[in-house]
């Protein structure tokens, strides 16, 4: 399995931003997804998880201001992010699971290369 994550970018706070992540391989769309980002010097944290039946979980830093998506042939994930503060400021990694979603990054088996969001104030 193979993920491209893509979308990042620099915006003010207060605007919005979706990143992409197309998902390539066998049976990539029975996976759970999720976003996770990094900030320097910090460890990599949860950000939203999808189920491949369409569930959703988030993190409570970012409820009701990101959403988590996927297209109907579950190959591609997206995170429509608003209302974006300057503590969204990160790289933001999309993740596959073969099992159930978890907010625990170890517990996920193929990464993407990290896409940059700046937000400035």
């Known amino acids: 399995v193979q993920l491209q994550a893509s979308g990042g970018g620099l915006v003010q706070a207060g605007g919005s931003l979706r990143l992409s992540c197309v998902a390539s391989g066998r049976s990539v769309s029975t996976y759970d997804m999720a976003w996770f980002r990094q900030s320097p010097g910090k460890e990599r944290e949860f950000v939203a998880a999808?189920?491949?039946?369409?569930?959703?979980y988030y993190a409570d830093s970012v409820k009701g201001r990101f959403t988590i998506s996927r297209d109907n042939a579950k190959t591609t994930v997206y995170l429509q992010m608003n209302s974006l503060k300057p503590e969204d400021t990160a790289s933001y990694y999309c993740?596959?699971?073969?099992?159930?979603?978890?907010?625990?990054?170890?517990?996920?088996?193929?990464w993407g290369q990290g896409t940059l969001v700046t937000v400035s104030s």
């Open positions: 993740a596959a699971v073969r099992g159930i979603w978890n907010t625990k990054s170890s517990e996920y088996d193929y």
């Open positions: 999808i189920s491949w039946s369409g569930g959703t």
